[in-house]
């Protein structure tokens, strides 16, 4: 495995859409997930990498370490000059990066910054419009939500909602963050007690399928919205 998109500044998530990379199951439904690998700069120019699943579960950039393979904390020690983050596509052996706003680059290492694996309770009830949210920097508000729900071709990087019929905000299923190339990437499930949901990327039939749902909308945020102020459905905290 490997990337030319790794540097000092940026971590990197690379998807490869010819791969699969275990199943998302919700109520009984399951779908595949795209296999992504992340790749975290080291001091000597070199890189670690290892699964998405594993890194959400493994990693902290915090606390600068993540789990090896025997159980110990490896330092993570090349990841001091971190920005961003970027997201490629490697298909037939060729390497290409989405073109992914630099704010949602940004708001992504942001969103990895909150060490929810690690923080499980300063999280619980943070879902999908809250990732979103969250990486929109727009506040959330499940109930009202800060966004206009319109129909047309998603562009990349904008917010999409699935929904089982036209009755918005109510119906909406999943939310989720457009990548280009039938690729979306979105939290699955709401922290709860115990049980750390992971992001995953996934195609539109398949989020379909889990959600049982064929209904999908652009979010556009609406004019003065307001900022993301760290609450949402259930808790609240100061990032």
Not at 15 to 20: A, C, M, T, V
Not at 67 to 91: C, F, P, Q, R, Y
Not at 131 to 141: A, P
Not at 210 to 226: D, G, H, M, P, V
Request: contains cysteine.
């Amino acid at each position: 495995m490997d990337t030319e998109y790794s540097s000092e500044n940026n971590l990197v998530l690379q998807i490869i859409p010819e791969l699969e990379n275990g199943k998302m199951i919700i109520d009984g439904r399951q779908s595949e997930k795209v296999s992504v690998i992340v790749f975290i700069p080291k001091l000597d120019g070199t890189k670690i990498w290892c699964p998405f699943n594993y890194f959400q579960d493994n990693c902290s950039i915090n606390e600068k370490f993540i789990i090896s393979d025997n159980g110990s904390k490896m330092v993570l020690d090349g990841i001091n000059e971190l920005k961003k983050i970027i997201t490629t596509i490697k298909a037939n052996n060729s390497e290409t990066e989405l073109n992914i706003s630099e704010n949602t680059k940004v708001r992504l290492l942001e969103y990895f910054k909150l060490d929810m694996g690690n923080r499980l309770d300063n999280f619980i009830g943070f879902d999908c419009h809250a990732f979103v949210s969250f990486i929109k920097n727009t506040k959330c508000i499940p109930e009202n939500p800060e966004f206009n729900f319109i129909t047309e071709e998603n562009e990349i990087d904008v917010a999409v909602v699935l929904s089982d019929n036209t009755k918005l905000p109510n119906s909406i299923k999943h939310w989720t963050i457009y990548l280009g190339d039938n690729l979306y990437l979105s939290k699955f499930g709401e922290n709860t007690t115990g049980n750390h949901n992971q992001l995953a990327v996934m195609g539109l039939n398949g989020m379909y399928h889990l959600y049982n749902c064929n209904l999908q909308y652009t979010a556009r945020i609406k004019e003065n919205a307001s900022k993301w102020d760290g609450t949402y459905a259930r808790n609240d905290f100061n990032v």
